[in-house]
């Protein structure tokens, strides 16, 4: 008789030969493909125009829903175009209006975002975020879109200058908490910018200003060429003349557009700490949220930018008369270069705050003539504090002191 045997069955871990701990461990490497489109149109808000309703997924046949998020001024001057255009699309346009000053950038705003997504119950994948407005707005939100069931689709609409060469061309996303500018955020990119100069024709003088601040820095650090141009027009630089959109403005924008992404791309997650795009952005945190009146953003990019021009000087990387040049374009563009609260000392309090920033190092980008720029990690109080001697030498015989009154 054959005897039969029943196999008995073997634990996983002796089948997986996985040895036990505490010499068990796994190693885990993914990568996240990221791609996204900036797209420069004219007449988004005209229903002949496409773009704004293919970016929702709408055929002007299927009705689709999206949720608006869109600045309170913005809305009091386009509201009426942006909800024909959408209803001329058959889109269901949910509305959420929000207020997009500085003193709103917070985590509380991006969280009352989050609300309108879940009171709409937008779906995960297929149903966009719009946001309509400046830079603050398009951090809140994207921020928002973020961290809503760990990523919702967006589409960014920036209407202010700053919003359109700047804010709303990378990926990072952000909000303000304590002291600190932009403290808490996140990398989130949107599906696409939509990009139409024609709204700044409503944009307040000032505020193009703050946006010729961002676009200065890319001349400084990246484009003589464009710094060249800058230094033929900026005078007539206004609204009316960027909506315009002429050869000139045309050229500047695009220039300024082109020359960010070309920095960000090769390093969108800023796993390289040496960015040539926080040239302007050492110093000027600090300043921007101590300054009473406040400072719109690009004023005290110009602020610092003013000082590692000077700084610049000092180290001989540019001449006295290329300082001048790019001190005096701040100045023909309405841009402070200086500021009272701006000491010594809360220099050195905002240089400390970047080497946290910056992993240790300053990793200061000096402009290198106009046009390049180099990094330094060896820069001193004592620098400091001349660098802010030349700039006061310069601003005192020009209008460039913005006192805060």
Not at 224 to 230: E, H, I, P, V
Not at 267 to 285: A, I, K, M, Q
Not at 338 to 363: I, M, N, S, W, Y
Request: glycine share 10%; net charge negative.
């Amino acid at each position: 008789m054959t005897e039969i045997t029943t196999a008995q069955p073997r634990s996983l871990t002796t089948a997986l030969d996985i040895p036990r701990p505490p010499d068990l461990s796994w190693y885990v490497q993914a990568r996240q493909p990221v791609g996204y489109e900036v797209n420069l149109t004219r007449g988004l808000l005209n229903p002949d125009n496409p773009a704004l309703a293919r970016s929702v997924g709408a055929d002007g046949y299927t009705s689709v829903r999206t949720l608006v998020v869109v600045d309170k001024v913005v809305d009091g001057l386009y509201g009426k175009a942006l909800r024909a255009y959408f209803d001329a699309w058959r889109v269901d346009a949910r509305w959420k209006v929000m207020p997009g000053d500085e003193d709103t950038k917070n985590l509380e705003q991006a969280v009352e975002v989050t609300a309108a997504m879940t009171e709409m119950g937008i779906l995960r994948r297929t149903e966009k975020v719009v946001v309509v407005g400046g830079g603050v707005l398009m951090d809140v939100v994207g921020l928002a879109a973020s961290l809503y069931r760990r990523g919702a689709p967006y589409v960014r609409v920036p209407t202010t200058l700053v919003g359109q060469v700047d804010a709303g061309v990378g990926v990072k996303t952000g909000v303000n908490h304590g002291t600190h500018k932009n403290r808490l955020g996140t990398y989130f990119a949107p599906e696409i910018t939509l990009i139409d100069p024609e709204f700044l024709r409503t944009v307040e003088p000032r505020h193009i200003a703050n946006g010729l601040a961002e676009i200065i820095k890319m001349a400084l650090i990246k484009d003589a060429s464009l710094f060249r141009l800058l230094e033929e027009t900026v005078a007539g630089i206004d609204g009316d003349a960027l909506a315009d959109c002429g050869p000139a403005m045309g050229e500047v924008v695009s220039r300024a557009i082109a020359g960010m992404l070309d920095e960000l791309e090769p390093n969108l997650w800023e796993w390289v700490l040496e960015r040539s795009v926080d040239y302007g952005h050492t110093f000027s945190p600090s300043l921007e949220l101590r300054a009473d009146p406040p400072l719109l953003h690009g004023e005290a990019v110009a602020v610092d930018m003013a000082v590692c021009v000077a700084l610049a000087v000092g180290r001989g990387l540019l001449s006295q008369a290329d300082a001048e040049r790019a001190l005096g374009l701040m100045v023909a563009a309405r841009l402070p270069i200086a500021h009272p609260v701006f000491t010594p000392e809360l220099l050195e309090v905002g240089l400390a705050d970047a080497v946290k920033h910056r992993d240790g190092l300053q990793r200061l980008p000096l402009t290198n003539g106009i046009g390049d720029c180099v990094f330094v990690n060896d820069v001193t109080g004592d620098e400091l504090r001349r660098a802010l001697e030349f700039v006061h030498a310069y601003a005192g015989t020009r209008d460039g002191v913005r006192d805060g009154s």
